[in-house]
């Protein structure tokens, strides 16, 4: 198991020569999109293999001993492509809240990345999803609260789909939730899914929490949404990820 003596040694250099992993990987981006502004909100930087594969063969090499390198190297790597490709909206990077055993010294490498590279740390969100189990509930809440203290939006993805649903938000609020895409599909034909997001929406607006419907693929679910006040959505209706490019946004 690693120390937090060895998580103090890396550096931002050795997260962009890939973090002294035995594997390589890149991302992909996919736009959120606003469509009352008709603007791009952020694109969420996504994992692949270097040859296109997808984020579960990825995150499938990822154990205790390299997890926290793998955080690390995500965050620099997606501030670097971010900054490559000219991104002037947010960029929602994921991190994992397990990874991350004391919030300053682990956020310091973004934040020299973000300098090395120029890019804003007030354009950077850190998405946590909430499928990971997190273990310790507290030390989430001090990490979005001082990640919120330096600038840095905060959002819970794949919201519903996960461990804690409505508790985790009863302790921790962020400034995004993500609804996840299995409470999206269809929902314009199913009375629960309406019923639930409807209720999440009343939620997050009384929290002065911003939602996100992720996985929209038809125009019917978007209609429905859009009825509940949403009004930033992600999915393949609009785009589907492009491997270290931005794509080209339909619908809009």
Known sequence: MSTSQDFQKIGCAECT??????FEFTMAFQPIVNTRTREVFAQEALIRGMAQEPAFEILGRINDENRYRFDQACRVKAVQLGAKLDIRSYISINFLPN??????????????????????????????TEGEQIEDRDHLREIIQYYRQRGFLTAIDDFGAGYSGLNLLADIQTDIVKLDMGLIRDIDQNKSR??????????????DIKVVA???????????????????FQGFYFAKPKF???ATINNL
């Not at 639930?196 to 929406?201: H, S, T």
């Open 244 to 246: 270290q490019e931005l």
């Open 194 to 207: 309406r019923a639930i997001v409807r209720g999440i929406v009343q939620v997050c607006n009384e929290l």
């Open 214 to 232: 992720e996985g929209v693929e038809t125009y019917t679910e978007l209609q429905f949404l859009q009825s509940l006040g949403i009004e930033l």
């Open 17 to 22: 020569k890939g973090a002294g992993l035995d």
């Open 99 to 128: 990874a991350v055993y004391n919030p300053e010294l682990c956020i310091r490498n973004t934040i020299e990345a973000a300098e090395i590279f120029g890019f804003p740390i007030d354009r950077i969100i850190f998405e946590i």
